[in-house]
């Protein structure tokens, strides 16, 4: 999938006039979603593609809160079922599904200003990553 045929797909997509890099997979977000409504949520979008196509699509929560990341990671078990990996590393926690040809991980930050041992695990992110060589990835949007 194309940054051409992401914007035809999503009418409120739009250009991203300053693209950034993903280290991990050297793709860039050149299609961004602002402000997008999932479930009562409000999320940026961002579409990463490289020379082959789309790679990734990450939302980033414009909102922290623990409901957020529990509603999040509930509905990806909902969809997906039991992760693959849960992953606790103090300041942030990371949950994984492998569900070829998407790869879903769920990254949840601390509030820095949030005493650990409270457990307040908030700014959910998700990247979803396709494999681009399979036409299932695209269909998963």
Same mark, same amino acid.
């Given at each position: ?5 992401? @914007? ?32 009562? #949520? ?59 040809? #998407? ?12 005493? @650990?041992?409270?457990?307040?695990? #908030? ?19």
């Amino acid at each position: 999938m194309t940054p051409a045929q992401v @914007l035809k797909v999503f009418p409120d997509a739009q250009k991203n006039q300053k693209p950034t890099i993903s280290p991990h997979n050297n793709s860039q977000s050149h299609v961004i979603i602002p402000t997008k409504k999932i479930h009562g #949520v409000f999320f940026k979008v961002s579409f990463s593609f490289n020379s082959t196509g789309l790679t990734e699509v990450t939302l980033h929560s414009t909102h922290s809160s623990r409901r957020i990341s529990d509603l999040m990671e509930s509905l990806l078990c909902e969809r997906y079922g039991t992760p693959a990996e849960i992953d606790d590393y103090g300041m942030t926690r990371q949950v994984d599904w492998y569900e070829s040809p #998407v790869s879903i991980h769920l990254t949840y930050y601390r509030d820095i200003d949030t005493d @650990l041992d409270a457990g307040d695990l #908030v700014f959910p992110s998700l990247f979803i990553t396709y494999d681009h060589f399979r036409h299932e990835a695209v269909n998963s949007l």
